[in-house]
């Protein structure tokens, strides 16, 4: 299947009137509701290039790489298409409208010039064109015109409510594995063992995929999107490609939030939520909780605070009601090209409190700081380990020039830090465990300084104020959450020091000899 024919299937299976595909632009269906971009990243040169040779009739290729414009027929799986192309210096599009609407050596109508897009080599762009071949399709799919594919959610929703039903968190297809669970941090398999073949595995995963994920993920290799059943929960989905052929993994959303009691979040956590404005980051490897930690603070600010609460997201997770805020949650993709865009944006639509649901980039830290010092209280997600170690993963992500600068700007706006990893109970479940910055003076002149390695030191001493080390917190799971103590050791960033504070409180850890810490 030649790659433009997975536009031409929403294009006639949605009944619009054009499709235009342009180097520098992003994929566009046009309609009577307007336009509406079928992909999140401008296309390569390559692509679109190799777009047009894949369909062109060989006896005119010559004749399309003249300026000009130029217009040919083209009978895809999906039906026939009338192919536009108009090729100018640095600019080459193609307008593909249903049917035959001419004969293919008729010249096209004239049209506007379109202004040169600069041609980027970006990987997200070239990707598609090294793209290995999808031969795991099935030929009924690659054949069927779009209106009479009929997609099957049933036996996917069977695993995902199967999975659901024994708690587990994670759900892994893989070509050619059995259904695998992830419960309490642990892998195992579902009832249904047998392996998904790759053309199976591919109709279930594309039976719950929205159209638009769909090309996406033809063109990119991987896609994320949300996905809900009713009476069940939502879905966060990723849809991927290994060596061996499609794959997805699906995480449960909890369809009732869970609140902040519920969860056990300290009042000094609590208290970030109190702010006017400033920058709040939850941090904390993948698979943590940081999802959940943000939607009780977002939950809890919802019955407490009359305010207007913008949530940017990368699929929507957890689903806000209004009750005392006004929550408009944007998801990147379907309402949004991107986080940076969203962020700018926000800041035209009247917001009190905006939700960055990753600070991905250099661009997309720097505005959220912007916004924090502007007068808005701005929540964000950082993949780092520590409290301390996210204040310098905020700085090293700009130029060396700008690194003063950055620290000075941090310094004023950030308000606190939230790093957090889940611990095995013993006996089943997981729990917390939630190490806490809050930004003091004291604290807000050693990023000023650049002194971010004495902050562990003052977060030991900050007790009273409500600050909490990792290692305390770890502590505290062994002592009061049934977690055990070769556990938490295990997930301390120091397990030297760890060692030592438990010995001093009297845990025993029973570790194997290479687990054991220096003396000394």
């Given amino acids: 299947m030649n790659r433009i024919d997975r536009f031409v299937e929403v294009l006639l299976e949605r009944g619009a009137q054009c499709l235009r595909v342009a180097i520098g632009s992003e994929a566009e269906l046009e309609g009577d509701g307007g336009r509406k971009r079928l992909t999140r990243a401008p296309l390569g040169e390559r692509l679109v290039t190799q777009m047009l040779h894949e369909i062109a009739p060989p006896a005119r290729l010559a004749e399309l790489e003249t300026a000009g414009d130029h217009a040919f027929a083209y009978t895809s799986p999906h039906g026939e298409v009338m192919v536009s192309v108009h090729r100018a210096e640095g600019v ?79 759900l892994h297809l893989s070509t050619n594995s059995p259904p695998l669970v992830r419960k309490d941090g642990g892998i195992g398999e579902l009832s249904s063992s047998e392996p998904l073949e790759g053309p199976r595995l591919r109709e279930m995963l594309y039976s719950i995929t929205p159209d638009q994920r769909r090309i996406e993920f033809e063109e990119c290799n991987d896609t994320d999107f949300a996905y809900e059943i009713g009476g069940v929960g939502r879905f966060r989905c990723n849809l991927f490609r290994d060596r061996h052929g499609v794959g997805g993994v699906f995480r449960v959303i909890p369809t009732e939030i869970l609140t902040a009691d519920q969860l056990g979040l300290p009042s000094s956590i609590l208290n970030l939520c109190d702010f006017s404005k400033g920058l709040v980051v939850v941090t904390g490897p993948t698979g943590s909780g940081k999802s959940t930690t943000l939607a ?37 993709g379907n309402h949004t090209a991107g986080f ?31 916004t924090a010092e502007t007068g808005h209280l701005v929540f964000g997600t950082l993949h780092t380990s520590t409290a301390g170690s996210t204040v310098d993963r905020i700085i090293d992500q700009f130029p060396t020039d700008r690194q003063s600068q950055i620290r000075t700007m941090l310094a004023s706006s950030l308000r606190g830090v939230v790093a957090q990893t889940l611990c095995k109970k013993v006996g089943g479940g997981r729990a917390a465990a939630l190490e806490v910055l809050l930004i003091t003076a004291a604290v807000s002149n050693l990023i000023r300084e650049g002194k971010t390695f004495q902050i562990p030191s003052l977060m030991q001493t900050g007790g009273k104020l409500g600050m909490v080390t990792l290692n305390d917190a770890l502590i505290a799971l062994v002592q009061e959450a049934g977690v055990a103590p070769e556990e938490a050791y295990r997930r301390a960033v120091d397990p030297k020091e760890f060692a030592r504070a438990a010995k001093a409180k009297g845990i025993n850890l029973s570790l194997d000899p290479g687990d054991q810490p220096e003396a000394g």
């Fill in 92 to 170: 080459l599009e193609l307008e593909l409208t249903p049917g035959n609407a001419g004969s293919p050596e008729a010249a096209p109508a004239a049209r506007p010039p379109v202004e040169a897009a600069p041609v980027t080599d970006a990987p997200v762009t070239d990707a598609p064109v090294t793209d290995a071949p999808v031969t795991d399709a099935p030929s009924a799919v690659t054949a069927t015109p779009a209106a009479a594919v009929s997609w099957d959610s049933t036996a996917i929703d069977a695993l995902l409510r199967e999975m659901a039903e024994r708690g587990c968190s994670d």
């Fill in 340 to 370: 940076k865009p969203a962020l700018r944006a926000a800041l035209r639509e009247d917001p009190d409190i905006v939700l960055v649901g990753e600070m991905r980039d250099l661009e997309t830290i720097e505005i959220a700081i912007e």
């Fill in 296 to 332: 009780a603070m977002i939950d809890h600010i919802n019955k407490t605070r009359s305010d207007h609460v913008i949530t940017i997201e990368d699929p929507i997770e957890f689903v806000h009601r209004n009750r005392k805020c006004l929550i408009n949650q944007r998801e990147v």
